[in-house]
T-cell receptor, first 117, second 113 residues
Framework: AQKITQTQPGMFVQEKEAVTLDCTYDTSDQSYGLFWYKQPSSGEMIFLIYQGSYDEQNATEGRYSLNFQKARKSANLVISASQLGDSAMYFCAMREGLRGSARQLTFGSGTQLTVLP | DTAVSQTPKYLVTQMGNDKSIKCEQNLGHDTMYWYKQDSKKFLKIMFSYNNKELIINETVPNRFSPKSPDKAHLNLHINSLELGDSAVYFC????????????FGSGTRLTVV
């Protein structure tokens, strides 16, 4: 079974509007971390936001917020006030296990976001 | 100051050749990783080293051999390159006890012709 599922291969949003990118995950661990990365056309992986499984508040970082619904095992990324520079591939990823373990990230298949002027 | 640096950025080589990709991090992290991103952009873990010790070795052909001379360096050597090895290879690092972040290098685009 897929551990991270991103069901939107591509999304379009009008500039200045908000957009939600979906991510669901599957794990039997109680401790895990959820990450979102942005990959622009230049190719680098840019960390956006992190949510720990025990964090009670939804994470926010500037225009990015993570809508964490633990019971539904979803961790959707919300980008407010979209900008043209937000056009990129977005990856959801999960680290299973305790923070103090050398665990790798498992990635979803990504969502290509295009911001329209 | 580049946190995780990979060299080379681009690598074009013929089938059958042997090549290496180097990775260095100056963040003081104790864990380093190699990921492969295929043509469909899917990212998959290949190897992970913690303090120079191999801890993750996914199902990767044994033509791929990682080497970690110290905890700041993780190199990837590939023997007998095949067309299917063409991909972008990312190095990353993290700290086991401390901040949760994973920092990625800028990637190495390998093209096998």
């Amino acid at each position: 079974a897929q551990k991270i599922t991103q069901t939107q291969p591509g999304m379009f949003v009008q500039e200045k509007e908000a957009v939600t990118l979906d991510c669901t995950y599957d794990t039997s661990d109680q401790s895990y971390g959820l990450f979102w990365y942005k990959q622009p056309s230049s190719g680098e992986m840019i960390f956006l936001i992190y949510q720990g499984s025990y964090d009670e508040q939804n994470a926010t970082e500037g225009r990015y917020s993570l809508n964490f619904q633990k019971a539904r095992k979803s961790a959707n990324l919300v980008i407010s006030a979209s900008q043209l520079g937000d056009s990129a591939m977005y990856f959801c990823a999960m680290r299973e296990g305790l923070r103090g373990s050398a665990r790798q990230l498992t990635f979803g298949s990504g969502t290509q976001l295009t911001v329209l002027p | 100051d580049t946190a995780v640096s990979q060299t080379p950025k681009y690598l074009v080589t013929q089938m059958g050749n042997d090549k290496s990709i180097k990775c260095e991090q100056n963040l003081g992290h104790d864990t380093m990783y190699w990921y492969k991103q295929d043509s469909k952009k899917f990212l998959k873990i290949m190897f992970s080293y913690n303090n120079k010790e191999l801890i993750i070795n996914e199902t990767v052909p044994n033509r791929f051999s990682p080497k970690s001379p110290d905890k700041a360096h993780l190199n990837l050597h590939i023997n007998s390159l095949e067309l299917g090895d063409s991909a972008v290879y990312f190095c990353a690092s993290s700290q086991v006890r401390g901040p949760y972040g994973y920092t990625f290098g800028s990637g190495t685009r390998l093209t096998v012709v």
